[in-house]
C-alpha cells in the first residue's frame, strides 16, 4: 500500500531564509503528488501537484517542489519565507484508480522574526 | 467554480449524544466525497469515502458512521459520542476519476465533553 513520511514534525526558520520540506513516498508506479498547507483551524489548501512530465513544479504562494523518482521524493521549497508562511504542510500521493489520497503526518512551520 | 460547505465551524457535544455533520458540495457533479479527521497534533486520517450515492467505503473501524443520501451531500454521524471523538473533522471533495486532488471543506471542531 502506498503511504507518504515526512520526517520533520517541526521546523522553525528565520524570516528571509531558504525553506526545504521534506516528504518521501512509497508506491510501485509513478504517483500524483501533492503539497497542501493548513492555517490554524482551517481547511487544506492545495500548493500544488505533480502528475507527469517536468520534475520541477510551480505553485502558489512562491512554493516550488521536485520530485525525484530515484529518491522516491517531492520535497518543497520556498527561496525566502514570509512570517505568513507560518503553518502546517502536508504532503499527500495520490494512485490512479483508488479514488483517495494518502496524506503525511504533517510539518509544523514555525517562522522567527 | 465548485464550492465545499460544512457545518457547523464549532461544535461542543456532551458524551454520549449523538452527532451529524454535514457537508455538501456545489458546481459539479458526481464527486468523491470525503471525510477526514485531525487530532491534535497529529496527521490527517482517513473516516470515510464516497464513490457515489449510497455508496460509503469506511477505513477505519470507529463509533462513527457516513451517509451520502444525494449526489453531492454527505454527512458524518454518531449516536453515542466518546470523549476520543473529539478532533477537527474536515469534508473534502475530488474528481470521480482521473486526478485525485482533493478539495477541502473548512473543517468542524468537534469537542466532547
Known amino acids: 500500500a502506498q503511504s507518504v513520511t515526512q520526517p520533520d514534525i517541526h521546523i522553525t526558520v528565520s524570516e528571509g531564509a531558504s525553506l526545504e520540506l521534506r516528504c518521501n513516498y512509497s508506491y510501485g508506479a509513478t504517483p500524483y503528488l501533492f503539497w497542501y498547507v493548513q492555517s490554524p483551524g482551517q481547511g487544506l489548501q492545495l500548493l500544488l501537484k505533480?502528475?507527469?512530465?517536468?520534475?520541477l513544479v510551480q505553485g502558489i504562494k512562491g512554493f516550488e517542489a521536485e520530485f525525484k523518482r530515484s529518491q522516491s521524493s517531492f520535497n518543497l521549497r520556498k527561496p525566502s519565507v514570509h512570517w505568513s508562511d507560518a503553518a502546517e504542510y502536508f504532503c499527500?500521493?495520490?494512485?490512479?484508480?483508488?479514488?483517495?489520497?494518502?496524506f503525511g503526518q504533517g510539518t509544523r512551520l514555525t517562522i522567527n522574526p | 467554480s465548485q464550492t465545499i460547505h460544512q457545518w457547523p465551524a464549532t461544535l461542543v457535544q456532551p458524551v454520549g449524544s449523538p452527532l451529524s455533520l454535514e457537508c455538501t458540495v456545489e458546481?459539479?457533479?458526481?464527486?468523491?466525497l470525503y471525510w477526514y479527521r485531525q487530532a491534535a497534533g497529529r496527521g490527517l486520517q482517513l473516516l470515510f469515502y464516497s464513490v457515489g450515492i449510497g455508496q460509503i467505503s469506511s477505513e477505519v473501524p470507529q463509533n462513527l458512521s457516513a451517509s451520502r443520501p444525494q449526489d453531492r451531500q454527505f454527512i458524518l454521524s454518531s449516536k453515542k459520542l466518546l470523549l476520543s471523538d473529539s478532533g477537527f473533522y474536515l469534508c473534502a471533495w475530488s474528481v470521480r476519476a482521473g486526478r485525485t486532488e482533493a478539495f477541502f471543506g473548512q473543517g468542524t471542531r468537534l469537542t466532547v465533553v
Open positions: 458546481g459539479t457533479s458526481n464527486p468523491n
Open positions: 499527500a500521493v495520490g494512485v490512479q484508480g483508488a479514488q483517495k489520497l494518502v
Open positions: 505533480y502528475f507527469s512530465g517536468d520534475t
